[in-house]
């Protein structure tokens, strides 16, 4: 069954349009198996967060920590849910 990505989810214009960074990334390993970075999209650096209010990483990770999609996809992907994908450095422009 295909995964829901974080666009989809909020109905986000840039992603479903793919102008925002994770609709047009590359498919990421270990991404919690979305499409592109739809599923992680919590570790690219510019994702277009429905609380634009975010000014640093830490800011980021704080809101994104809250966020009803970040705690949707931890809960479906249970243990093998993935902070962070594995051949990448977080918060820099993929």
Known sequence: M?????W???NCPEGLNGRCPTSQTEQLPLSNKGDAAGRICWAVF??????????SIIGKMICCSKCDFYHKVKEEEGLTFKLLPSNSVPFTKL
């Open 46 to 55: 510019g994702s277009k967060c429905v609380k634009d209010d975010y000014d």
């Open 8 to 10: 989809e989810f909020n």
């Open 2 to 6: 295909k995964k829901e990505n974080c």
